[in-house]
């Protein structure tokens, strides 16, 4: 009976876990993606490697962390997967995603796209999700201070592009 009562407290329900974090791996994922369709891929594919690995899952780690990792991990595998395809869409440019001014809009997320898929990763966690640098290293399976290099690089390349001083 012990035993029992162990096993449920380390496993966490599939349903309420999934339902909890569905906002944050949209997130991140979009935020990382900025293709809608691409991103709704991504964001299920996190959601089944959850489900998959939920009965695995041990507290050694925050839970939220695991998911965040998941979900980084699945959105950097798609921009892998999109940059080998390329060339199959070099004439369809992604949209800009609503905001007040469209024409800022445009030119931020085409400066972000012009980073690599870490630098992109390291300053969307860091900036936009508001993460601390150990959490964003945790995230993305790096060192501390290689997250801090790309967010850092990240962010001088962005200023660069959009004009500010580097």
């Known amino acids: ?10 496993a966490p329900d599939p349903g309420r876990t999934l339902e909890e974090f569905a906002p944050l791996v949209r997130r991140i994922v979009r935020a990382l993606l900025r293709h809608r369709q691409e991103a709704e891929d991504a964001e299920q594919q ?10 695995r899952f041990r507290e050694a780690g925050s839970l939220e962390g695991w998911v965040r990792r998941i979900a980084v991990r699945t959105a950097l595998r798609a921009l892998q997967r ?3 395809t390329s060339w199959l ?3 369809v440019p992604a949209p800009p995603p609503p905001s007040g001014d469209p024409e800022l809009s445009a030119r931020l997320y085409g400066a972000l796209d012009r980073l690599t898929a870490r630098e992109r990763a390291a300053f969307v966690l860091k900036y936009q999700e508001g993460l601390a640098f150990s959490e964003v290293a945790a995230a993305l399976g790096i060192f501390e201070g290689t997250a801090r290099n790309y967010a850092f690089r990240a962010s001088q390349k962005l200023r660069r592009l959009l004009g500010g001083t580097p």
């Open 89 to 91: 869409f070099a004439d």
């Open 46 to 55: 996190t959601m089944v490697h959850i489900l998959q690995g939920l009965p």
């Open 1 to 10: 009976m012990e035993e029992e009562s162990r096993v449920a407290v380390t």
């Open 82 to 84: 999109r940059r080998w």
